[in-house]
């Protein structure tokens, strides 16, 4: 090797593996004697590696060891990285496609089991995934958990891994054990790409995703929760709407199996109908539900009791196609729909709720460290020394922030995505100065549009139905085609 080629090197390696000291910023780190938040003001995080080795105060003062980067964030906001603890990445292509969908028409025409099992290639599965995990990472999501249904052979299977890993994240990619219409059974390239070990030096482990479970167990199940051991997936997660929508009792058969009580994590993805029995199993077993607020309203999943069971639960976003990404967002959103739940729950009774029932730092809370909780990382979702730098800078001078003195607030109400400066992920720059710095995002966007241009024009010239008709799954309720709501005075428009 050339002898600058060896310097080039060098210092790209002193670059990368560089500590880092984000000083003098507003700090919303973790006390875990109290257990609760804890503000420090005019504060430096001192990065060594992938972990946080110091929180330092102003005063008494604080001297970065020599060779360390030095970033000033006076006037920013250090917050722990988000949590979305439901996605399904792949599926970036459909972006703006599903604006005013159902889910019953979601399950036809852009779900696993619709046209995309046929058309899409592993490129588009593998730039689909980079560019919404992309989006994430803008938005100040350092966490992952990727329902990957778009394993339909082994290529797009595969395909989903590495976007993830390309994506820098904290991705838990969890391959879905789905039936297809060619009969593919996953099991066998999901055993062999956790063996490639092609994650093991990435922030991308491999869990396992499954929506088929039936009672009494098939042999295909146990085999399922086998691979779950043998690869030891980090975590294990499952759809679950009950009610009107079916599958009820999902909880309640995951603990009569014996899996829910164990050692490995189990999220529960929407839990629109949950009863009050599956809310305390979830309790008495330390597993999580991931409520994706904008989705449950966009598709018309509901949640009506979800607010009852935040105790237990983080949030997602479900599919980025259709609405936002951000989970600043989604806590927002679900904070003030929470509100309004329980302070109409007094209107109704002619009684005016004098206490606001939900603070920002609960919705904080649902955005952050919950989604460690729901993983069982100790060392995640949380500001404090020995976790893991994952974490976000938000700009505290723009003009929607200016005048904060509550960070927590100031992030969770003022916010916007193009307050996030800084992203680390794993001690290292994910993004940087209001610029993705991990991999190509320019030469992403390009091979990602030629995706999605082939995807789009596809769609466009399919035959569906204009209403979903037929069961949605078994034991769900009938469909119905219900009353628009109309923004234009006349008929002239309709819809
Ligand atoms: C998929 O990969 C598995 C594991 O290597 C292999 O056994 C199987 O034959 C492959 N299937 C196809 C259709 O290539
Ligand atoms: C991970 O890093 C180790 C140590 O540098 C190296 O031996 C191994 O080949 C790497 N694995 C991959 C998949 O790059
Ligand atoms: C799960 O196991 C713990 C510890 O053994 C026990 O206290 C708890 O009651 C169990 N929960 C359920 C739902 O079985
Ligand atoms: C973007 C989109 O899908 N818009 C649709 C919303 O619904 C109306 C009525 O079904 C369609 O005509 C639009 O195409
Ligand atoms: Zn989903």
Redesign the pocket.
Same mark, same amino acid.
């Given at each position: 090797m050339h002898a600058l080629a060896v310097l080039a090197v060098l210092a790209h390696l002193a670059l990368v593996n560089a500590d880092v000291v984000l000083q003098g910023g507003t700090v919303i780190a973790f006390n875990d004697a109290t257990n609760d938040l804890e503000i420090m003001r005019d504060t430096s995080v001192h990065i060594v590696g992938s972990t946080i080795a110091g929180l330092h105060p102003a005063s008494p003062g604080f001297t970065p060891p020599a060779g360390t980067e030095v970033l000033d964030v006076r006037g920013s906001i250090v917050s722990p990285g988000f949590f979305d603890m439901h996605r399904h990445a792949w599926q970036t292509a459909f972006k @703006?496609?599903?604006?005013? @969908?159902t889910l019953p028409e979601y399950a036809l025409r852009y779900g696993s089991g619709g046209p995309a099992s046929r058309v899409f290639t592993p490129e588009d599965v593998e730039i689909g995934q980079l560019a919404g995990l992309y989006e994430s990472l803008n938005s100040g999501v350092t966490t992952v958990l990727d329902h990957a249904h778009h394993t339909w052979s082994n290529d797009t299977t595969a395909a989903g891994l590495r976007g993830s890993i390309a994506s820098g994240l904290r991705v838990f990619w969890c391959p879905s054990v789905m039936s297809t219409s060619t009969g593919f059974d996953q099991m066998a390239v999901i055993r062999e790409l956790f063996a490639g070990r092609s994650w093991e030096n990435s922030t991308t482990r491999i869990g396992l995703s499954f929506d088929e479970l039936q009672e009494p167990l098939t042999p295909r199940d146990t085999a399922v929760f086998d691979l779950a051991k043998e690869i030891d997936a980090p975590v294990m997660t499952f759809h679950f709407l009950g009610g009107p929508w079916g599958g009820d009792g999902l909880p309640q058969a995951l603990n009569r199996l014996g899996f829910l009580n164990g050692s490995m994590p189990i999220v529960l993805s929407h839990g629109s109908f949950m009863t009050t029995t599956d809310m305390n199993l979830l309790r008495s077993t330390n597993q999580f539900l991931a409520i994706t607020p904008e989705s449950e309203m966009h598709y018309g999943h509901d949640h009506p009791s979800s607010h009852l069971i935040m105790d237990q639960a983080a949030l997602g976003v479900d599919t980025h196609f259709t609405y936002s990404t951000d989970i600043v967002g989604q806590a927002r959103i679900w904070l003030q729909s929470a509100r309004l739940v329980a302070f109409r729950q007094e209107l109704q009774k002619s009684q005016i709720n004098v206490r606001n029932p939900m603070s920002a730092k609960q919705a904080f809370f649902l955005a952050t460290r919950n989604g460690a909780l729901a993983l069982r990382r100790d060392d995640l979702g949380v500001v404090k020394v020995g976790a893991k730098a994952d974490l976000v800078v938000f700009d505290g001078t723009s003009p929607n922030m200016l005048g904060w003195s509550d960070p927590v607030a100031a992030i969770i109400l003022h916010s916007h995505v193009s307050d996030v400066q800084h992203v680390l992920v794993d001690g290292e720059f994910r993004k940087r100065d209001g610029k993705i710095v991990f991999g190509d995002f320019k030469a992403v966007s390009e091979r990602f549009l030629q995706s999605r241009d082939r995807i789009q024009e596809l769609w466009a010239n399919m035959n569906f139905p204009?209403f979903f008709s037929g069961p949605f799954r078994p034991n769900a309720a009938e469909g119905v085609v219900g009353p628009v709501l109309d923004v234009v005075r006349g008929d002239a428009t309709g819809?």
């Open positions: @703006t496609l599903g604006s005013n @969908t204009a819809y």
